[in-house]
């Protein structure tokens, strides 16, 4: 866009304006149309130059560096954001978001990019209006700025989130033509080779308006996709384009719905109409797409299902095709001892990222217009228009929703609309208990019919304490317990090779008294008085016996890892020990011992998969130990993509695979964990034995979960009907196989708690199933062996791998 503007009219009266007003300077410093001004009556022009004088073109072009300092994101880098600036853009202007979003961007991604972010595109009328103009850039300001009540920002940080919303993609195509997809929907726009050109460009911006037009909204017609606006900078084309859209509805396949209704496409150069309907229609069961001949700068377009004529039984449109109803639950980016969660359901398939909300109230008072993240989605199948209930039901104890607000009803009139419909539940935290994130449970009822939709949705973690900020480490924060080396933030990770040498011990006890055991009990040592036995740590383990919980150490003897009761022990020093040639242990006899307990633990194989794909950096070093060091980037297809991460997917697999076909011998579990152990990603190890623990203990304890709940959580009868609830059969009742859901629901909750503190969870876990009357631990010592494994790994760590240097 040409916005090149005379600002010399301003300059002339400003002078004037300058030299009366004795608030001149401060005015000029948060003002950027009058940096200028100020700087010239003190010398220094080139010091303060108008951000729209030094780049006229910032708001139609995007800067490809997403640090840059002249950027109004908000995923600025620690470094960048507190090293010294420029006086345009000083380090004091930077927003509470600014800080929040720097907080929240941890892991390294060198594949993300940011969506363009430009003024509304109707522009053209701004060319030679200079207030105008100046006005749209404050808007556009204000969005993008914490400009909001102080009063209300110190109550809830939450409040401080707003930022700039009116984001549609903008793409530059040459005469080779191409694809532009708009982020978080099933909308593109296909350009065909030479389209324009050679030589020539084609801007293409895509952008979708969640509420389409309500004329198409009837007994006889539908919107069935948002409105869609196209915007094209070239009309000197030779092809047409074409749109793809994939829509919530698909027609019956019985004769009469085919022959009744069909989808269509409406066209339009305006945004309020007229539309007509197109011809150049292809539809492929809920995939349309539309050749476009007619071309403008400026295009609209929205897909809506029609029937000729409505023939009893049927009432509306919707009775001759399958129509899926989205929904979407947002919340503010960081949570707070009272916030707003936001229910949306669309009438389409796009369910943005980010929503804009107008009409938040505080204390009796209207909020200043607040952005809100999507925590999560669902998609279900409504076969008419008719009355929904929304209920939220938190999974933790430590929060509850609104009582008024635990209920919402949706009509079946604003369904028929196509338009957007919301309702706001207040989320509040009971006592003044420490802030964690949590689960709670969405659902949905047709109240005049028996379908039940419902989905589990976790929040975001709590506000970080912003006092903290500046002095926080430029380079990543140390983890609590063991540092993994795949979280270390570097491009490439480098990963240590695995030795196999005898165990580095410094402490060993000497055995007071002989035990041998009638009744064997795995991961429990034997030994002889006198016994010399090595211990890998001096922390102490709680467990159960033959018959009562006690203290033990993890200890070595005679080829064999397990727990040794502390007071059947004298603990002595490496150099007081006569013989330890009874208690040597290599790394890898010592790897394959404390992963057992997994030969028997029960895991959601894709959890476990895009878990690992995820946190593993290279495909080469896993296959490596898994056995798989023949492998090639030949063995690597299209379909396996060029991640990293699919790579790594593709190698896990492969076990998966090998293992399947040779059960007997190979446990897929059990071998990936050994893997992982020998790349030395201990901090992934410790995230999925947790996992598989949680789940393993849910299945185990069935419909004893409710004595573990109160014996853990102190649940009320209440709230662990609460618990129960959404897997309630038609009798009302949980059936006894699906008793594991509400336990694993509960056990996920609670093991939150805890945050990075995996050793802790394991080991109340371990005290409280021990504690209850009959302890299924007695027969499933499988959690006692995960115990032995985590205390393991400093041992481990030091003897297996040469030191790493840590920051």
């Known amino acids: 866009l040409d916005l090149d503007i005379d600002w010399s009219d301003l300059l002339k009266h400003a002078h004037v304006v300058s030299k009366t007003n004795p608030f001149w300077n401060e005015l000029s410093a948060s003002n950027p149309f009058v940096h200028d001004i100020a700087a010239s009556n003190r010398n220094e022009n080139n010091k303060y130059l108008s951000v729209l004088k030094e780049k006229p073109y910032l708001f139609s072009k995007v800067s490809s560096n997403r640090d840059s300092l002249a950027s109004s994101g908000d995923e600025l880098d620690i470094d960048c954001l507190l090293r010294k600036t420029s006086a345009r853009r000083s ?7 600014d800080f929040l979003d720097i907080i929240d961007n941890r892991r390294f991604n060198p594949c993300k990019t940011i969506p363009q972010k430009t003024i509304p595109s109707d522009i053209t009328c701004l060319q030679n209006d200079r207030e105008a103009y100046k006005m749209a850039w404050l808007n556009h300001r204000q969005l993008t700025r914490s400009c909001l009540d102080l009063e209300a920002m110190s109550h809830s940080p939450g409040w401080a989130q707003t930022q700039a919303t009116d984001i549609h993609i903008l793409c530059k195509l040459n005469h080779e033509g191409g694809s532009v997809h708009l982020p978080d929907s099933d909308i593109n726009v296909h350009i065909p080779v030479g389209h324009v050109l050679p030589g020539e460009v084609q801007e293409v911006g895509l952008r979708a308006i969640l509420n389409p037009p309500s004329s198409f909204n009837n007994e006889l017609s539908s919107t069935v996709s948002p409105l869609i606006e196209l915007t094209l900078s070239n009309l000197n084309t030779k092809e047409a384009i074409f749109l793809e859209v994939k829509v919530a509805a698909q027609v019956k396949n019985d004769p009469l719905s085919q022959v009744m209704s069909d989808i269509v496409c409406f066209f339009s150069f305006n945004k309020e109409g007229p539309f007509k309907k197109l011809g150049n229609c292809y539809t492929y069961q809920d995939t349309v797409q539309v050749k476009l001949t007619d071309l403008s700068h400026v295009m609209y377009a929205v897909i809506a299902v029609q029937a000729n004529k409505l023939q009893p039984p049927a009432t509306n449109v919707w009775d001759y095709v399958h129509r899926t109803v989205s929904v979407g ?38 909020m200043p217009p607040v952005v809100f993240q999507l925590w999560g989605k669902h998609t279900f199948l409504l076969e008419k228009p008719q009355d929904l209930n929304i209920s939220l039901v938190s999974c933790d104890p430590d929060f509850e929703v609104k009582m008024e607000d635990q209920s919402k009803n949706i009509k079946e009139e604003e369904l028929k609309t196509g338009e957007m419909v919301r309702h706001q539940f207040l989320f509040s935290m ?99 008085k006198g016994d010399t036995i090595a211990l890998l740590g001096e922390d102490k383990v709680k467990a159960i016996g033959q018959t009562k919980i006690k203290e033990w150490y993890v200890g070595v003897l005679r080829k064999k890892v397990g727990l040794v009761h502390c007071k059947n022990i004298k603990v002595i020093s490496k150099e007081q020990a006569m013989d330890t040639t009874d208690s040597e242990l290599t790394t890898r006899s010592l790897v394959e011992q404390i992963v057992l307990p997994f030969k028997k633990l029960t895991y959601i194989y894709s959890v476990v998969l895009s878990t690992v794909s995820e946190s593993v950096y290279d495909w080469r070093a896993l296959s490596d130990v898994l056995g798989y060091s023949h492998m090639s980037l030949d063995d690597f297809n299209e379909a396996h993509g060029n991640k990293e991460s699919d790579r790594v997917a593709h190698v896990v697999k492969r076990l998966k695979e090998d293992c399947h076909a040779n059960k007997k011998k190979r446990l897929f579990l059990y071998e990936l964990i050994i893997a992982l152990l020998k ?129």
């Not at 380090?91 to 978001?97: D, F, I, L, N, T």
């Not at 916030?339 to 796009?350: C, E, K, L, P, Q």
Request: net charge positive.
């Open 329 to 366: 639950i947002y919340g503010p980016k960081y949570i707070h001892p009272s916030f707003t969660a936001v229910f949306a359901v669309f009438g389409h398939n796009y369910i943005p990222g980010k929503l804009t909300i107008c009409d938040i109230k505080k204390g009796g008072k209207n």
């Open 91 to 97: 380090g004091r202007s930077k927003s509470v978001s």
């Open 679 to 807: 790349i030395d990603c201990q901090g992934l190890v410790a995230r999925l034995t947790q996992d598989t623990i949680i789940l393993t203990s849910a299945v185990k304890l069935g419909k004893y979960w409710r004595e573990l709940a109160e014996k853990l959580a102190r649940l009320t009868k209440q709230q662990i009907e609460a618990y129960e609830v959404p897997h309630q059969g038609k009798s009302g009742a949980v059936a006894l196989e699906m008793m594991w859901k509400p336990a694993y629901d509960f056990l996920y909750t609670w093991a939150a708690h805890y945050g990075d503190s995996y050793r802790d969870v394991l080991q109340d876990l371990q005290s409280a199933l021990d504690k209850m009357k009959n302890p299924v631990t007695k027969q499933w010592r499988e959690l006692t062996g995960t115990l032995i494994l985590v205390n393991c790994m400093e041992v481990l760590r030091a003897s297996a791998f040469s030191k790493i240097e840590e920051e």
């Open 430 to 528: 009971l006592g003044c208990r420490e802030m964690h994130f949590f689960v709670f449970l969405v659902q949905i009822k047709v109240l005049r019919s028996s379908q039940v939709m419902q989905f589990h949705v976790t929040t975001p973690d709590p506000a970080p304490k912003l006092s903290g900020i500046i002095t926080r480490p430029k380079h990543l924060q140390k983890r609590k317990e063991i540092k993994s080396a795949p979280l270390f933030l570097i491009p490439t990770v480098k990963y240590p090779k695995f030795q196999d040498k005898i165990l580095n011990v410094n402490t060993y006890g000497v055995a007071l008294k002989t035990v041998l055991r009638q009744n064997k009990i795995d991961y429990l040592l034997e030994y002889f």
